[in-house]
């Protein structure tokens, strides 16, 4: 249903357990992508007055932002954060930039340019996109796990939970990671009118934060292209893990009922593969001088070249048959939202007792049972499955990792309850 509701909690596994878990991710796509309530008392709750086709900031939007957790002073020192009820808080684009806006800035330069490299304190890879303009990630928090964080001091690098003394993040904490591709004239009306688009958002501009030496803002126009969602529940601690992207991303991986949209059906271009060089479809190769990290040391482009992504592994058939469901509903059909697709559900299977030491025996990506041995989860003839996102963490497709295994071992094994966003504390 087409509801500002998700669903609570998913308890059982049934003998098919890919259609409960997928419409959980789903109904929290929708949920969080309600219009929102904007006043600084109701951040994080939906517009009932609203419909999911309406204008403004969606629930998640409202969240609070990495940085709003993670806040600088005047000299450049960690200070506290704000309480949740406000929209108060330094800006990394200035003290002039309204908190309501959005903003895809970080108080370190270019951070927001690199997906995760899946160690404690690494930034990874840029992905560059086909109008040659840099991908750019934002994280939010909604208020359970945003009070959790900033009431033990831990934002500030102070009492700090390890495995001895670990974390325990509230059942209901909500924390999302989003990609966004600025537009420019390479993008024509009848392309951007296929996405979710935020105007004016305040993002880094490389030329005048290069010439300055520091973070300098411009405003552009920003198109949602992927988005990583992870909720806790009571019966599954570890979270419920779900990612989407927009079908034109890259072309199409699937087979039959298991084929995915292809952009150039609908006539409209792929974000970040050029069906004109084929023979460079792969992905972008891992530690090539474009792909390495960006920083002020190592800045960005003015005038970077495009990469060629493609999705290496289909998405399970089960997903894109409850996709098209969706896609299908009134509500959703007709509005930028049936151009957004589940690309990967992953669970816990053995949610107790959550500890560092328990990764809580996700799945996919490993057997059902506790029991059988993790590294034959998959024989090495059978066809992968996807569980990656291909604009969020491009680079690792091949690899035995998703999102349940990579946030144990940045995270949780450290006593960090799967919060990457600790990581940066080693």
């Known amino acids: 249903m087409v509801s500002p509701d998700r669903i609570e909690d998913a308890p059982s596994i049934q003998p098919d357990p890919y259609p409960d878990f997928d419409n959980f991710a789903w109904r929290a796509f929708i949920a969080l992508n309600w219009p929102s309530l904007t006043d600084p008392a109701h951040r994080g709750e939906p517009d009932r007055a609203k419909t999911l086709a309406d204008q403004g900031p969606r629930v998640w939007e409202t969240f609070k932002a990495r940085y709003e957790l993670f806040q600088v002073g005047p000299d450049e020192r960690p200070i506290a954060p704000q309480p949740w009820g406000t929209y108060e808080a330094a800006n990394p684009c200035g003290a002039g930039v309204d908190n309501r806006a959005k903003t895809l800035a970080t108080f370190t330069a270019f951070m927001d340019f690199n997906q995760s490299a899946f160690l404690p304190g690494v930034g990874a890879n840029p992905l560059v996109a086909q109008n040659r303009t ?55 009306p009848a392309a951007r009118a296929r996405y979710y ?24 126009d920003v198109a949602l292209v992927g988005l990583h969602i992870v909720i806790r529940t009571k019966d599954r ?23 995915e949209p292809d952009a150039r059906q609908a006539g409209a271009p792929y974000s970040y593969f050029d069906p004109s060089k084929p023979k460079l479809g792969l992905w972008p ?34 997903t894109m048959a409850l996709n098209r469901a969706y896609w299908a509903l009134p509500g959703i059909k007709g509005t930028v939202w049936e151009h957004y697709m589940l690309v990967a559900s992953q669970w816990p299977t053995i949610p107790a007792p959550p500890s560092p030491q328990n990764d809580g025996g996700y799945f996919p990506g490993q057997p059902l049972s506790a029991d059988a041995p993790r590294e034959n989860y998959q024989s090495a003839d059978a066809p992968r499955e996807n ?19 990579c946030h144990q071992s940045l995270s949780n094994a450290l006593g960090h309850d799967f919060v990457g966003m600790l990581g940066s504390f080693r």
């Not at 001088?289 to 495009?306: I, Q």
Request: some cysteine.
């Open 134 to 188: 840099y991908t750019r990630y934002e994280g939010r928090l909604n208020e359970p796990e945003y009070s959790a964080l900033a009431a033990h001091g831990w934002s500030l690098g102070e009492n700090l939970p390890d495995p001895a003394h670990p974390a325990d993040v509230p059942a209901g904490s909500i924390a999302v990671k989003a990609a966004w591709r600025p537009l420019n004239a390479a993008d024509t």
């Open 197 to 220: 688009v935020v105007e004016n958002a305040n993002i880094v501009d490389v030329a005048k934060t290069l010439a300055a030496g520091h973070i300098v803002c411009s405003k552009s």
């Open 237 to 259: 601690p570890q979270g419920l893990w779900g990612t989407f992207e927009h079908v034109d991303n890259v072309p199409p991986a699937g087979e039959g009922e298991a084929r």
């Open 285 to 318: 190769t891992f530690g090539l001088p474009d792909t390495l990290p960006v920083s002020m040391d190592h800045p960005p482009k003015l005038d970077p070249t495009p990469m060629q992504v493609v999705r290496r592994h289909p998405i399970h058939g089960q």
């Open 387 to 405: 569980l990656v996102n291909t604009t969020i963490e491009t680079y690792f497709q091949d690899a035995p990792s998703s999102c349940m295994s």
